[in-house]
């Protein structure tokens, strides 16, 4: 897809948030928190935990463990070319996530932007 239109639900608690995207009329939906100082976000079976840092002022996602099924651990090194950045650029939320596996190649890639809906709880955006 190009030029997809985007909309992002955010709901929250006092423990995670969940965001609900969808891509064009393709439904994404992730649940993320924090533990142990890392971002540890739900994915269909997979649990990436991110390392976040700063730079350049953009927020940037490393990799620093994998889990199936929120047990089984997965070599962090084989997500090493999952690469997720996002920043605020001209009054929008900024986003890029590559995310390519040894042997299978690149899995999915989008970028775009996200701007508040009014009500709050929702952006819309474009992406690819």
Known sequence: MADAPLRVEFTADARSETWRRD???HPMSSK?????GLLCERLGPLQFRFLLHTADGAIYWNVAGVRLLGILPLPAALFGRVQCREREHAGRYEFRVDAELPLLGPLVR???WL???EGGGRLDGAGA
């Open 110 to 112: 989008y970028e775009g």
């Open 115 to 117: 701007e508040p809906v």
């Open 32 to 36: 993320l928190k924090c533990r142990s």
């Open 23 to 25: 891509f064009g009329g």
